[in-house]
């Protein structure tokens, strides 16, 4: 059964840094291309990051550009999301989401088949 889990969030002040990570089960993350979204309250959830298969290219939404790094960790079937200079806009609920055979091409929330449940984050002082 394919599972995804995150976990890492957490309050931080302003400025700071959190890594998320999300780890699955059920199936080889190799052949799966993985995206972090985030839903923030009264808002419509949004794509944050996507990686590719390889892990070899990665795509970020402009207001987290420079800012987040989003990595594959093929050893631990886990992906991450390097969070730095958090910003109280950045306050959410973080999602992964995975599609097999897929290379981040329009990275929207529709064309993401698993999710996981989500991890609050929260920026402020």
């Known amino acids: 059964q394919l599972q995804l889990v995150e976990s890492g969030g957490g309050l931080v002040q302003p400025g700071g840094s959190l890594r998320l990570s999300c780890a699955a089960s059920?199936?080889?993350?190799?052949?799966?291309?993985i995206g972090w979204f985030r839903q923030a309250p009264g808002k419509e959830r949004e794509g944050v990051s996507c990686?590719?298969?390889?892990?070899?290219?990665?795509y970020y939404t402009d207001s987290v550009k420079g800012r987040f790094t989003i990595s594959k960790d093929g050893a631990k079937n886990t992906v991450y999301l390097q969070m730095n200079s958090l910003k109280p806009e950045d306050t959410a609920v973080y999602y992964c989401?995975?599609?097999?055979?897929?290379?981040?091409?329009?990275?929207?929330?529709?064309?993401?088949?698993?999710w996981g449940q989500g991890t609050q984050v929260t920026v402020s002082s």
């Open positions: 059920g199936f080889t993350l190799d052949y799966y291309g």
């Open positions: 990686i590719t298969m390889s892990g070899h290219t990665t």
């Open positions: 989401a995975a599609n097999r055979y897929y290379n981040c091409a329009g990275w929207t929330e529709i064309t993401f088949a698993s």
